[in-house]
């Protein structure tokens, strides 16, 4: 890093050209642990994020001190009881500690770090209250990447009227993107799709059981869904559809903001 800023000095290499070449940088190896991408959100806008299955306590205190120091943040998905109920106490002084326990997140950040408003609109819907762990999953990623979150939970196809008035609230946001999360028939993303001019990502989910069961009837219904403008994750995808979500919002906040008079 510090050679290509140096160049920049000299006016060897452009601005542009040094971003670029820094956009490159920052993988580091923790011990034999982990490889952590800590140049992730500068060059792409995405954070890294720590997948806690399969990590003990230990391992996961371990990446996130790591990441807190050096990107000033660690997210940690898909964390148990036990990692949220022992990891403070491994944690270093001095940072910040958010357990969002129906999302299975837990965010360590240093004392001055501050998510900066990027100004992206993400809408989501979720048909039923098993699927709001998903939701909320997505939902604390886009928070995380700097957008605003509007929710409407339990609207699901089996009473489409409750579908109606938050759907209306959100296009009067004028969200820039829909995420729409549903198990079992997993009807409700192509409902929204046909009646909605927004970007819809689908999250099917693994409630349902018996034939097509664990989210599997509601991927394929997704991803058989004759509603153009919708887009379909993995069964269970909240971060990728909070992630990706994040992108396509704030992308078009970015022009937004430029098309605003001066």
Same mark, same amino acid.
């Given at each position: 890093?510090?050679?290509?800023?140096?160049? +920049? !000095?000299?006016?060897?290499?452009?601005?542009?050209?040094?971003?670029?070449?820094?956009?490159?940088?920052?993988?580091?190896? #923790?011990?034999?642990?982990?490889?952590?991408?800590?140049?992730?959100?500068?060059?792409?806008?995405?954070?890294?994020?720590?997948?806690?299955?399969?990590?003990?306590?230990?391992?996961?205190?371990?990446?996130?001190?790591?990441?807190?120091?050096?990107?000033?943040?660690?997210?940690?998905?898909?964390?148990?009881?036990?990692?949220?109920?022992?990891?403070?106490?491994?944690?270093?002084?001095?940072?910040?500690?958010?357990?969002?326990?129906?999302?299975?997140?837990?965010?360590?950040?240093?004392?001055?770090?501050?998510?900066?408003?990027?100004?992206?609109? +993400?809408?989501?819907?979720?048909?039923?209250?098993?699927? +709001?762990?998903?939701?909320?999953?997505?939902?604390?990623? !886009?928070?995380?990447?700097?957008?605003?979150? *509007?929710?409407?939970?339990?609207?699901?196809?089996?009473?489409?009227?409750? *579908?109606?008035?938050?759907?209306?609230?959100?296009?009067?946001?004028? =969200?820039?993107?829909? #995420?729409?999360? !549903?198990?079992?028939?997993?009807?409700?993303?192509? =409902?929204?799709?046909?009646?909605?001019?927004?970007?819809?990502?689908?999250?099917?989910?693994?409630?349902?059981?018996?034939?097509?069961?664990?989210?599997?009837?509601?991927?394929?219904?997704?991803?058989?869904?004759?509603?153009?403008?919708?887009?379909?994750?993995?069964?269970?995808?909240?971060?990728? !559809?909070?992630?990706?979500?994040?992108?396509?919002?704030?992308?078009?906040?970015?022009?937004?903001?430029?098309?605003?008079?001066?």
């Amino acid at each position: 890093m510090r050679e290509i800023l140096e160049k +920049v !000095a000299r006016v060897e290499i452009s601005v542009d050209e040094a971003e670029r070449l820094l956009k490159i940088f920052a993988i580091e190896e #923790i011990d034999n642990l982990a490889r952590i991408d800590v140049g992730r959100e500068f060059r792409k806008g995405v954070p890294e994020i720590i997948f806690a299955e399969g990590k003990t306590v230990e391992e996961l205190a371990k990446l996130a001190a790591k990441m807190v120091n050096e990107a000033g943040r660690a997210i940690i998905s898909r964390a148990s009881k036990e990692h949220m109920e022992r990891l403070a106490d491994l944690i270093p002084e001095g940072v910040r500690l958010q357990v969002h326990d129906k999302a299975r997140i837990i965010i360590i950040k240093r004392g001055d770090f501050r998510v900066d408003d990027a100004g992206g609109r +993400v809408g989501i819907l979720a048909a039923g209250t098993a699927d +709001v762990p998903v939701a909320e999953e997505a939902k604390v990623i !886009a928070e995380e990447m700097g957008c605003q979150v *509007l929710t409407a939970y339990d609207v699901g196809v089996a009473g489409i009227h409750r *579908l109606l008035t938050p759907l209306k609230d959100m296009i009067a946001w004028d =969200v820039d993107v829909l #995420i729409v999360v !549903a198990g079992r028939e997993g009807a409700l993303p192509s =409902v929204v799709a046909g009646m909605v001019d927004i970007p819809v990502i689908a999250v099917p989910t693994s409630s349902g059981y018996g034939l097509g069961g664990k989210g599997l009837s509601a991927l394929m219904a997704m991803l058989q869904s004759c509603s153009l403008g919708l887009a379909v994750v993995n069964i269970d995808g909240g971060v990728p !559809a909070g992630a990706v979500a994040s992108i396509i919002a704030n992308r078009i906040a970015k022009y937004r903001k430029k098309d605003q008079p001066q």
